[in-house]
């Protein structure tokens, strides 16, 4: 198969707060509909180039290879490829890594060999967005996203809603260094043990989405979002706290997220397994006053981190530039070049 032998292709793809799942229920056929906002601050870059076998350097570049070998195989590709993973979102805490970086690698290996596949092919052939439509999604454009849940014939969870998150918003994070969330086997025995989620709940979940958070991010009401948020935040932590030993998974996070409820911050919550959490402000400073104050409050929490990130509306980005070309450059200036660059496309 014809292949762009001396070019590259690097990817840059931003993480995700998974806000929580609407419809755990599925009592009208589909299954999982959930709500994210896609956030800079926290991102997976790599570049991806023909190479003679598999090799791969940086954080995670062993997940990466096992993405490459798998769709080689799958599209019956010669050769291999060669991987420098340069920066990576953290694994296992509630950002999204596995999606974004499966999506990175498939992205890279279907420009340079031209294979015809979107996003959401990818992501059903590496086995990503199981459950969750955001993941894709937030690689695709970014934004406030809301997915249709899985029914019968779903590759992957369809996006129903997207609207630009607020630019003057700011996302405060909430780093757990000691814990992790649930992944692998023990998430899925959960989503199979736990007891059926309430049709009325799920019912009253929708009503928030439709009438507290999207008409909140196009109004710019951070009250209204936020209160939609904390509601989804609290019932669907209380469906999972047996699997996850609580509300939210990390008892110093949950500690914090209560503070900032007893301060009347509205959007507080935990994205999916946790442990990170996060507190949504309606400008910088407001969010960076309160990160101050955290710090000076949860002195006794040392394993706790903070961050403040703005939402991203732009989602993957995709560079194409020739090998010969990159090098020199990265000699040079110690950038890359940019020949040809652009959003991904669905």
Same mark, same amino acid.
């Given at each position: 198969?014809?292949y762009?032998?001396?070019q590259?292709v690097?990817v840059r793809t931003?993480?995700?707060?998974?806000?929580?799942?609407?419809?755990l229920?599925?009592?009208?056929?589909?299954?999982f509909?959930?709500?994210?906002?896609t956030i800079?601050?926290f991102?997976t870059?790599?570049?991806l180039?023909?190479s003679?076998?598999f090799?791969a350097s940086?954080?995670?570049?062993e997940?990466a290879?096992d993405?490459a070998?798998e769709?080689f195989?799958?599209w019956?590709?010669?050769?291999?490829?060669?991987i420098n993973?340069?920066?990576?979102?953290?694994?296992?805490s509630?950002?999204g890594?596995?999606t974004?970086?499966?999506?990175?690698v498939?992205?890279?290996?279907?420009?340079?060999?031209?294979i015809?596949?979107?996003a959401v092919?990818?992501a059903q052939?590496?086995g990503?967005g199981?459950?969750?439509?955001?993941?894709?999604?937030a690689f695709?454009?970014?934004?406030?996203?809301v997915?249709?849940?899985r029914g019968s014939?779903t590759?992957? +969870?369809?996006?129903? %809603?997207r609207h630009?998150?607020?630019e $003057?918003?700011?996302?405060l994070?909430i &780093?757990d260094s *000691?814990?992790l969330g649930?992944h692998?086997?023990p998430?899925?025995?959960a989503?199979?043990?736990?007891?059926?989620?309430s049709?009325n709940?799920a019912?009253?979940?929708s009503?928030?989405?439709?009438a507290?958070i999207l008409p909140?991010?196009?109004e710019?009401?951070?009250?209204e979002?936020?209160m939609?948020v904390r509601?989804i935040?609290?019932?669907?932590?209380?469906?999972?706290?047996?699997a996850?030993g609580?509300?939210?998974t990390?008892?110093?996070?949950a500690e914090?997220?209560e503070?900032?409820i007893?301060k009347n911050i509205?959007?507080?919550?935990q994205?999916?397994w946790g +442990?990170t959490?996060? %507190?949504?402000?309606d400008?910088?400073? $407001?969010?960076h006053?309160?990160l101050r &104050?955290?710090? *000076?409050?949860?002195?006794?929490?040392?394993?706790?981190g903070?961050?403040v990130?703005q939402?991203?509306?732009e989602?993957?980005?995709m560079t194409?530039?020739?090998t010969?070309?990159q090098k020199?450059?990265n000699?040079?200036t110690?950038?890359?070049s940019?020949?040809?660059?652009?959003?991904?496309?669905g």
């Amino acid at each position: 198969m014809l292949y762009h032998k001396n070019q590259n292709v690097t990817v840059r793809t931003p993480a995700r707060l998974h806000l929580g799942f609407v419809d755990l229920g599925g009592a009208l056929g589909r299954k999982f509909i959930s709500a994210g906002v896609t956030i800079d601050g926290f991102s997976t870059e790599l570049t991806l180039e023909p190479s003679k076998k598999f090799e791969a350097s940086g954080p995670r570049s062993e997940r990466a290879l096992d993405f490459a070998r798998e769709l080689f195989e799958k599209w019956n590709l010669d050769g291999g490829c060669a991987i420098n993973v340069h920066r990576s979102i953290p694994e296992h805490s509630g950002l999204g890594s596995g999606t974004q970086l499966a999506l990175c690698v498939g992205s890279c290996i279907a420009k340079l060999w031209n294979i015809k596949v979107d996003a959401v092919g990818i992501a059903q052939e590496l086995g990503r967005g199981a459950r969750s439509g955001i993941g894709v999604a937030a690689f695709v454009q970014g934004g406030m996203i809301v997915d249709g849940g899985r029914g019968s014939n779903t590759r992957v +969870p369809p996006t129903v %809603a997207r609207h630009p998150f607020p630019e $003057a918003w700011r996302i405060l994070i909430i &780093e757990d260094s *000691n814990d992790l969330g649930l992944h692998g086997a023990p998430e899925s025995d959960a989503f199979s043990t736990l007891p059926r989620f309430s049709d009325n709940c799920a019912g009253f979940l929708s009503r928030q989405v439709l009438a507290r958070i999207l008409p909140g991010v196009i109004e710019k009401n951070i009250q209204e979002f936020g209160m939609g948020v904390r509601e989804i935040q609290q019932r669907v932590g209380d469906y999972f706290a047996p699997a996850q030993g609580g509300r939210y998974t990390s008892a110093a996070v949950a500690e914090v997220i209560e503070y900032l409820i007893g301060k009347n911050i509205p959007g507080v919550g935990q994205s999916s397994w946790g +442990p990170t959490g996060f %507190a949504f402000f309606d400008s910088d400073v $407001a969010a960076h006053s309160m990160l101050r &104050e955290l710090q *000076n409050q949860f002195t006794h929490l040392p394993q706790l981190g903070y961050k403040v990130v703005q939402g991203n509306n732009e989602g993957a980005v995709m560079t194409l530039a020739n090998t010969v070309e990159q090098k020199q450059n990265n000699q040079n200036t110690g950038h890359g070049s940019d020949h040809d660059s652009g959003q991904i496309n669905g």
